[in-house]
């Protein structure tokens, strides 16, 4: 399997992690910049790298993209690397808004490529062990209440590097929340309820958050944000008839009512995904997260994204196409 990957931050040094003990050949790496990218591709062993995706993806000898590029270029991206003939796997979020996620899978499906999601919350073996009951009748989940917060004023990524595009509250961190709220349980959505504020003056993109989702089996689920925050929080608190879960990604650790568990960093939970890519096309099988499989996600978004247009004016902002 020859691996190509678009993106060289934080992302493209996860996946590159996780491929280079595996039976796979870091090919061509792709970037904005000529010297960083070049850089990266001699420190991670690639054999070739380049400026200009649209060349990468003319190679024959290339099986595999790897979308870890800026939120608001997947869905382009993903399209034109399934175009080539590529199985695509794709950071969170798929795409930001509904229309071109649905492209995407519907792309994948009709070329008969793989196309899998970078949902690392989904590959935790606890909530995967959690799910699994909740799919069985063992459990069922009542509640889930999700927080994402950290401090981004400036435009500055999670390695402290300066990034050339804007991140999205909505449409990429409280995805992570939306959807294992969602994939967990497995119960169709009834009504969605929202509220985020105008754009921020300084940095031009809503910076506050709140999302409710009522369930048909009458359940709920809650999520909530802010860029503004002087405490980082990424938590996922769920209750059920059987227990109480609280999932911290931050500390990497999970509280199953009074006792505490230490937890695998989401890096290595990233890295089940992208090795297991690489073993789907290998297997000729569905990757562990599927394109289809985010879609109730990705509806939801939409939801809230329209009831926001409807309130402040749908508007082209920083880091949303």
């Known amino acids: 399997m020859n691996i190509c990957m678009v993106g060289h ?25 000529a010297k960083p990218v070049a850089d990266f591709a001699n420190q991670y062993g690639y054999r070739q790298w380049t400026v200009d995706l649209e060349e990468a993806l003319e190679s024959d000898e290339i099986d595999i993209v790897i979308l870890a590029n800026p939120s608001e270029m997947h869905a382009e991206t993903a399209l034109l690397s399934l175009g080539a003939g590529k199985h695509t796997l794709v950071e969170i979020p798929i795409a930001m808004n509904l229309a071109d996620a649905t492209l995407v899978t519907a792309k994948a499906q009709k070329l008969d490529l793989k196309l899998g999601v970078v949902h690392p919350m989904r590959v935790r073996p606890e909530m995967v062990a959690l799910r699994d009951r909740v799919m069985d009748q063992e459990e069922s989940v009542r509640q889930i209440v999700s927080r994402f917060y950290i401090h981004r004023l400036r435009n500055v990524g999670a390695t402290g590097y300066k990034r050339s595009w804007t991140d999205n509250l909505l449409w990429h961190h409280t995805t992570h929340l939306l959807d294992l709220g969602l994939w967990i349980m497995n119960d169709p959505v009834k009504d969605v309820r929202s509220w985020m504020p105008a754009p921020d003056s300084e940095t031009g993109i809503p910076m506050d958050l709140y999302l409710g989702v009522e369930t048909r089996g009458d359940r709920s689920l809650v999520c909530a944000g802010s860029y503004y925050s002087h405490e980082n929080i990424f938590d996922v608190f769920i209750v059920s008839g059987r227990n109480s879960y609280r ?15 230490v937890m695998a960093p989401e890096a290595e939970n990233c890295a089940l995904i992208t090795r297991d890519f690489v073993e789907s ?3 000729g099988r569905d990757p562990v997260v599927t394109g289809n499989s985010v879609l109730p996600a990705m509806t939801v978004l939409q939801q809230v994204q329209e009831q926001w247009d409807k309130i402040h004016g749908a508007c082209k902002i920083p880091g949303r196409p």
Request: with cysteine; proline share 0%.
């Open 9 to 33: 931050g934080m992302m493209g040094v996860w996946h590159s992690n996780a491929l280079i003990n595996m039976d796979c050949c870091l090919h061509t790496v792709v970037g904005r910049r």
């Open 247 to 261: 999932l911290d990604v931050f500390n990497n650790t999970l509280n199953i009512g009074s006792d505490m568990t």
């Open 281 to 283: 096309v290998r297997e």
